[in-house]
């Protein structure tokens, strides 16, 4: 499953940027276990009540569609959203595309990383922290 959401030290990051921690997957850290795990949202919702002072942190894992959700899909005169398997299907970009050039948007970085989720929560980190955010 962690392929599926985003990586403990994305999480961190996304909180850290003020992105809503709104998300189907959480990671869960608490004085019983060395790592943190990997729960739903409802299970670590009854693990934070059993464990009432001691939990040392909890961070949304995002999927990836909840991630997309709250990026722009456009940026007018700039470009559109844009995601591609790519390097033989080995990663994913994510980038928006300059339909005018025919080329990804110069003002904007090309995103690549084997894990679309972490792709995704990168770009929306990038857009947070450059001041295009809508939608956190």
Same mark, same amino acid.
């Given at each position: 499953?962690?392929?599926?959401?985003?990586?403990?030290?994305?999480?961190?990051?996304?909180?850290?940027?003020?992105?809503?921690?709104?998300?189907?997957?959480?990671?869960?850290?608490?004085?019983?276990?060395?790592?943190?795990?990997?729960?739903?949202?409802?299970?670590?919702?009854?693990?934070?009540?059993?464990?009432?002072?001691?939990?040392?942190? %909890?961070? /949304?894992?995002?999927?990836?569609?909840?991630? #997309?959700? @709250?990026?722009? +899909?456009?940026?007018? !005169?700039?470009?559109? $959203?844009?995601?591609?398997?790519?390097?033989?299907?080995?990663?994913?970009?994510?980038?928006?595309?300059?339909?005018?050039? %025919?080329? /990804?948007?110069?003002?904007?970085?090309?995103? #690549?990383? @084997?894990?679309? +989720?972490?792709?995704? !929560?990168?770009?929306? $980190?990038?857009?947070?922290?450059?001041?295009?955010?809508?939608?956190?």
């Amino acid at each position: 499953m962690n392929n599926h959401v985003t990586s403990l030290k994305l999480s961190k990051k996304l909180k850290e940027a003020g992105v809503e921690q709104i998300s189907e997957f959480e990671w869960v850290k608490h004085s019983l276990n060395k790592k943190p795990v990997l729960f739903t949202k409802p299970v670590g919702d009854e693990i934070i009540a059993v464990l009432s002072g001691k939990v040392e942190y %909890r961070y /949304s894992a995002f999927l990836t569609d909840e991630l #997309l959700e @709250k990026l722009p +899909p456009i940026f007018y !005169g700039q470009g559109v $959203l844009n995601i591609n398997r790519v390097n033989a299907g080995d990663e994913w970009e994510i980038a928006y595309y300059d339909f005018y050039r %025919r080329k /990804s948007s110069e003002d904007f970085p090309n995103i #690549l990383n @084997k894990s679309l +989720p972490e792709a995704a !929560g990168e770009m929306l $980190l990038w857009v947070i922290e450059n001041g295009y955010a809508h939608n956190k």
